[in-house]
Antibody, heavy 120, light 111 residues
Framework: QVTLKESGPALVKPTQTLTLTCTFS??????????VSWIRQPPGKALEWLAR???????FYSTSLKTRLTISKDTSKNQVVLAMTNMDPVDTATYYC????????????WGPGTLVTVSS | QSALTQPASVSGSPGQSITISCTGT?????????VSWYQQHPGRAPKLMIY???ERPSGVSNRFSGSKSGNTASLTISGLQAEDEADYYC???????????FGAGTRVTVL
């Protein structure tokens, strides 16, 4: 059974760096074709794709947020970490991690999400 | 502004059918048969309901169906039930800078 779960601080101050961890089970990111993405959803707004890391350590970022994002993985711990620098109140959102497989164009499993509020 | 356009809300009575539209461009919906639909109940993670325009994952009711014409994809829910009340998001593979684009979501209300 595939599961993912996001963890991290619920509250960060403006200008701080947010670090979120996605801990998953039921698959391995060392398996060819596996991918994990981060997607966020501001309150009452649409989903927004942020970043992706592939089984071969290829990394991809949202063009608009590329300078602020870093994605990494720890295969031994089944974890993917997203760091976002210089947080702003507009970054307040629920952050999700989701699994994707190469050539299978959809997110078949999502974590429950974690709400991050940016406020002083 | 979201890349894909969805109606903000759609409603129907139990047993009725409703259709949610999702309009994009030739760079996403119109160019690829990789449209997905996700159901999201309040406080819950999105759940994949339809993929590749019209395919249903195992376990998803056959009351949910998808289609596409040109740059517009559609999700139809037939035999509407109270449990179908949720937000629905469309998503499409795109040849832009991000791999996927999403719609703003449609709130389905069962009257």
């Amino acid at each position: 059974q595939v599961t993912l779960k996001e963890s991290g601080p619920a509250l960060v101050k403006p200008t701080q760096t947010l670090t979120l961890t996605c801990t998953f089970s039921g698959f391995s990111l060392s398996t060819s074709g596996m991918r994990v993405s981060w997607i966020r959803q501001p309150p009452g707004k649409a989903l927004e794709w942020l970043a992706r890391i592939d089984w071969d350590d290829d990394k991809f970022y949202s063009t608009s947020l590329k300078t602020r994002l870093t994605i990494s993985k720890d295969t031994s711990k089944n974890q993917v970490v997203l760091a976002m620098t210089n947080m702003d109140p507009v970054d307040t959102a629920t952050y999700y991690c989701a699994r994707e497989r190469e050539y299978v164009y959809r997110y078949d499993y999502w974590g429950p999400g974690t709400l991050v509020t940016v406020s002083s | 502004q979201s890349a894909l356009t969805q109606p903000a809300s759609v409603s129907g009575s139990p047993g009725q059918s409703i259709t949610i539209s999702c309009t994009g461009t030739r760079s996403d919906v119109g160019g690829y048969n990789y449209v997905s639909w996700y159901q999201q109940h309040p406080g819950r993670a999105p759940k994949l309901m339809i993929y590749n325009v019209s395919e249903r994952p195992s376990g998803v009711s056959n009351r949910f169906s998808g289609s596409k014409s040109g740059n517009t994809a559609s999700l139809t829910i037939s035999g509407l039930q109270a449990e179908d009340e949720a937000d629905y998001y469309c998503s499409s593979y795109t040849n832009s800078n991000t791999p996927y684009v999403f719609g703003a979501g449609t709130r389905v209300t069962v009257l």
